[in-house]
């Protein structure tokens, strides 16, 4: 029997339940001490999807969720993610990075390093079960991508949670973003690897042949134009870099980074940076989380894909921590900035949920390790203010009794 309400309508309930839900929830909750909007709207968006929602009120989440009403949302999705990796490239700052590079490098290398190792161990064990690998993928790529995605640092999330904690300007602030731009190049470098498609070597050669000198041009082209031209032309780039990406093989978000890392910061107006980051958070990335939360799945049973995160939590905060306190003891840092700086560096949210997803679409993971992702994900974010809060006293007490 067709629908009685047009799709249209369907899709503004949709869009009504996405913005008020959460909205609510964090507002008369009072979350944002352990759980920002952000995270509210991820936690959200997995309730209101298939197996919370759709499980309980079957009828009504295929009411209003129906066919078009996804696509319709997954096409604004898709937008919304690529405008916000694309964003994250263009706000990387390598410059100040290679300045101190000794620094960067030792602790951006063994903070990515180590949860690698400790994730890629997790994921060996997972492997051995069924309903975790993913039907396309080898084993190789499976180890090293949820190695990976223990390593992950969400650079935009990790920005709003320093700006809370009154930390983003300091000169700490800017250490900790330092090491994350670098770790942050090193995923998607290493996600690229994992999720080539072999069989199109060729596509990706062309590619790469391609983008090279485009860059070169592309670049010399921006800085003749005024800024008020470089928006509309940084959006059309986005669009064909993406395109070029996923048609070659590789994923469109890749390209949207590649199309953000090139481009330089300030040719743009810092605020109106800020502006469009903070209005793609609130207008459009919603959605997104929406779109994340109806691919959850808990087919291997809930039970067990919670367990499954509570493993890969504990995994990549042992990797993270062991990694950035042998960074601290290798370059001297004074008494409780490892153990900060190391909480701050395993917050995960946007960052995690875009690679995981990346890794579902290639179908290296399945749906459950997809699950199991996003709630880790979730539970490293929402532990990173409470923890790092009272630390943070503390070391400012230890600096004015030292003083």
């Known amino acids: 029997m067709p629908n009685a309400i047009p799709t249209t309508e369907l899709y503004l309930i949709a869009m009504a339940i996405i913005f008020c839900v959460p909205y609510l929830i964090w507002r008369l909750g009072r979350t944002d001490y352990f759980a920002p909007l952000v995270v509210v709207q991820i936690v959200t968006g997995i309730l ?49 990075a290679w300045k101190q590079r000794r620094e960067s490098a030792v602790t951006a290398g063994m903070a990515l390093g180590m949860p690698l190792v400790f994730g890629s161990l997790a994921a060996l064990a997972l492997i051995q079960f069924p309903g975790w690998i993913g039907e396309k993928a080898q084993s190789w790529q499976f180890v090293l991508g949820i190695g990976m995605a223990a390593a992950v640092t969400a650079l935009p999330i990790l920005v709003l949670l320093m700006e809370k904690m009154d930390i983003l300007r300091t000169p700490l602030g800017q250490r900790i973003l330092r090491y994350a731009s670098l770790d942050d190049i090193a995923i998607w470098a290493v996600l690229a690897v994992v999720v080539m498609d ?62 953000g890392v090139v481009m330089d910061h300030h040719w743009f107006d810092r605020d109106k940076l800020d502006t469009l980051r903070h209005n793609v958070l609130l207008v459009m990335m919603p959605v997104f989380f929406l779109s994340t939360g109806l691919r959850t799945s808990w087919e291997v049973g809930g039970a067990v894909v919670f367990l499954a995160a509570g493993f890969l939590l504990a995994m990549q905060i042992l990797g993270k921590q062991a990694g950035v306190h042998l960074a601290g003891r290798l370059l001297g840092w004074k008494r409780g900035e490892a153990s900060v700086i190391g909480w ?26 997809f699950t199991a992702l996003l709630l880790m994900a979730l539970a490293s974010t929402m532990l990173t203010v409470p923890i790092v809060t009272p630390k943070l006293q503390r070391m400012r007490e230890l600096i004015s009794r030292d003083a």
């Open 48 to 96: 209101l999807g298939p197996g919370v929602l759709g499980a309980i009120f079957p009828d009504y989440y295929q009411f209003v969720f129906t066919k078009d009403v996804i696509q319709s949302l997954n096409g604004l999705a898709w937008w919304a993610v690529m405008l916000f990796v694309w964003l994250a490239g263009i706000e990387l700052d390598l410059g100040e």
């Open 344 to 369: 701050l560096l395993q917050t995960k949210a946007l960052i995690e949920i875009i690679f995981a997803t990346v890794l579902l679409d290639k179908g290296i993971i399945t749906s459950a390790t």
């Open 198 to 259: 072999w069989a199109r070597l060729e596509r990706q050669a062309i590619f790469i042949a391609a983008f090279v000198p485009a860059c070169f041009l592309f670049r010399r082209f921006m800085t003749r134009l005024p800024e008020r031209d470089r928006w509309y032309i940084a959006l059309i780039w986005l669009a064909v870099v993406s395109f070029g990406a996923d048609w070659c093989g590789l994923h469109y978000m890749v390209g949207a980074f590649l199309a």
